[in-house]
């Protein structure tokens, strides 16, 4: 259950951050004079009464909540905020229809950038303010702008901390953890003092100037004139939303980790960074050349066209400086792509972030090198970074981020360990000296085949995956030294002609031999994962026959015993010997094979995998005993 008196108390004081940024759109009414002052006004004052009576009902809040609670929250703010910012546009009347004025200002907070708005110069300045606000406020969320300022709110001071996430390695706002989020502010606030006088030096007036900054730096595209920024006639001012808007679309962390420290080979060193400024430069060169060649175009209105747009449009800012409806039409594909990929993560760009781009790239890259390399393990790294071993780190700093922030509300939030980044991703390699010794024979001649092998392996630094203490996710470490010893007999045989039978057996004893986690000692403990023993008795019927309709029919069933297997270092959970029986049988025809076959037809109750999140240990149960019929054809 939900506790509503301590997610009241939160939104109560969500609502008051809201008035007071309308208050700032009224100080622009009232200076400017509009009609539209007495809208904020009505607006200001409901929104003060709905967040009153939301702090009135958390007013006796046992001050707990939970994780449910917490992501209630992130999620319904942006719902609140929007139905709460649709009051100056209905008040005023300027967006009479609620969908229409909803719409407006979601597409604000959420920086889309779509608008019912056909002549937005036909607005009052404080309504046009407003609309860049919300864009600017949420061009890094409204969550992580309340996370900032909501602590001080209520007497306490703030730590760190992102609440969204939208990359696998560097998220959105989600900076190092000596960053909190003021920097991350800081950096935004920075860029949008330069955008406001730099577009105040190209000759926009000081309302235009703050305008066009709010969504340049937000990438949010509200523009106060119908033509966007191209009403103002100015290749200065394009250039400046070019260079701003293409700075938002950067990582906000690598800037300021960058700039600050003036570490700017960090910043060309970053994969996602050079992905980034490449698709820039390539698309802009490609665009350039067909507005040369193909619309005749000068060469520097040429170029200020195509990098303006191909800014714009992967950062998903939606200004315009051009018509490129009139462009041909592969540039439209152009345009297409980089709409899709987008900017960098923690960035306030859009689309899937250029982050899995090189993902992409490393992906295609490993399976190249797979097929040169076949048993070649090959992890995807960037940066230096495990794929995997981040996406864990961040999702278990991104926990403990968002319980910081809320702990200062509510002290009873209990605590975890953090996972350090050192911990985490940089682990040693495995060594091992591995010994094998066996035996094949063939007692009957094309009729029985056997196999006997004995192994020993002395592992060095064994690379063990385990949960962390708050079981957020998992990671890899070293668990020192580990000896795997065993043996593996098989038979196989023709019995009769188009029937086969095999049975197989594995005994492995894995044992840890000097691990020490520090907390407990786990010396003489089975390696989690291995099972003890592995069984397999399979039989197998084929007979070809000379109909029209069906040249084969067959039949198998394979019986198979696995267990017992640890699932923790500690021995303490375990999955206890079991086994399924699988059965199949069907006919075929060329290419075509039709059977009825079923799985764990025995109904085996077993456990495939354990697993701990939250604090919370979970068993993933195997299949259940399944039957299918399936229809096949080979290529």
Not at 6 to 31: D, F, N, P, Q
Not at 591 to 617: E, H, P
């Amino acid at each position: 259950m939900l506790n509503l008196k301590t997610i009241s108390k939160i939104l109560g004081a969500l609502l008051g951050i809201e008035a007071l940024l309308m208050s700032l759109c009224l100080t622009v009414s009232l200076l400017y004079q509009g009609n539209d002052v007495t809208a904020f006004i009505w607006a200001i004052l409901i929104t003060i009464a709905a967040g009153t009576c939301f702090r009135l009902m958390g007013r006796h809040a046992d001050n707990t909540i939970g994780r449910r609670d917490a992501y209630f929250v992130v999620a319904v703010a942006w719902v609140i905020f929007s139905l709460f910012g649709t009051l100056p546009f209905l008040i005023s009347g300027y967006i009479p229809d609620f969908t229409n004025a909803f719409f407006e200002t979601m597409s604000g907070f959420t920086t889309t950038g779509a608008t019912i708005v056909d002549y937005p110069e036909r607005f009052p300045k404080g309504l046009l303010f407003w609309r860049s606000l919300t864009q600017w406020i949420g061009g890094l969320g409204i969550v992580f702008f309340t996370i900032a300022i909501l602590p001080s709110l209520v007497g306490g001071s703030l730590k760190v901390f992102a609440a969204e996430s939208t990359g696998p390695i560097k998220s959105k706002l989600h900076p190092r953890l000596s960053t909190g989020a003021k920097w991350i502010w800081m950096v935004y606030l920075v860029l949008t003092t330069a955008c406001v006088v730099s577009y105040k030096l190209c000759g926009m007036t000081w309302f235009d100037s703050f305008n066009y900054a709010m969504t340049s730096t937000a990438t949010g595209g509200f523009a106060t004139e119908s033509g966007s920024i191209a009403t103002f006639h100015s290749p200065a001012g394009e250039y400046v939303c070019t260079i701003f808007c293409f700075l938002s679309g950067v990582n906000f962390t690598l800037l300021y980790t960058s700039v600050a420290g003036f570490r700017f080979r960090q910043l060309f060193r970053n994969s996602e960074f050079k992905f980034y400024t490449m698709m820039i430069a390539a698309f802009t060169l490609f665009i350039m050349l067909e507005l040369i060649f193909q619309r005749n175009y000068e060469v520097e209105h040429a170029f200020r066209s195509s990098v303006f747009q191909v800014v714009s449009f992967i950062t998903t800012t939606g200004l315009y400086s051009d018509d490129a409806a009139k462009w041909p039409h592969v540039t439209w594909v152009v345009l297409a792509a980089c709409m899709f990929f987008g900017g960098s993560s923690g960035s306030t760009s859009g689309g899937i972030k250029s982050i899995r781009g090189v993902m992409l790239v490393k992906i295609v890259k490993n399976e190249f090198r797979q097929i040169l390399h076949p048993n070649a393990v090959l992890p995807m790294k960037i940066d230096g970074y495990n794929v995997q071993m981040s996406a864990d780190l961040m999702q278990s700093r991104m926990q403990n981020d968002i319980m910081d922030a809320f702990r200062h509300i509510v002290p009873t939030l209990p605590h975890f360990d953090k996972i350090q980044p050192k911990e985490a991703l940089a682990y040693r390699p495995e060594n091992a000296w591995c010994y094998e010794a066996g035996i094949k024979s063939e007692p009957i001649k094309n009729r029985l085949h056997t196999e006997l092998t004995v192994f020993y392996m002395d592992i060095r630094d064994l690379q063990l995956t385990h949960f962390t203490a708050s079981g957020t996710g998992r990671m890899l470490s070293n668990a020192g030294r580990a000896v795997s010893c065993g043996i593996e007999a098989s038979l196989s045989a023709r019995i009769a002609s188009g029937l086969t039978a095999d049975v197989n057996w594995g005994y492995t004893h894995a044992t840890f031999r000097n691990y020490n986690d520090g907390r407990t000692d786990y010396r003489g403990k089975f390696i989690p994962y291995a099972p003890r023993h592995t069984v397999s008795l399979g039989i197998h019927y084929e007979r070809r026959l000379h109909s029209r309709l069906i040249d084969r029919i067959f039949a198998a069933a394979q019986y198979n015993g696995v267990g017992p297997i640890h699932w923790t270092e500690a021995n303490d959970i375990r999955q206890p010997f079991y086994h399924t029986l699988d059965a199949r049988a069907g006919i075929g025809r060329g290419a075509l094979t039709c059977s009825l076959g079923g799985q764990n037809l025995t109904g085996t109750d077993y456990a495939a995998f354990y697993f701990r999140s939250f604090g919370r240990s979970f068993i993933q149960k195997g299949r259940p005993a399944q039957v299918a019929i399936r229809i096949e054809y080979a290529f």
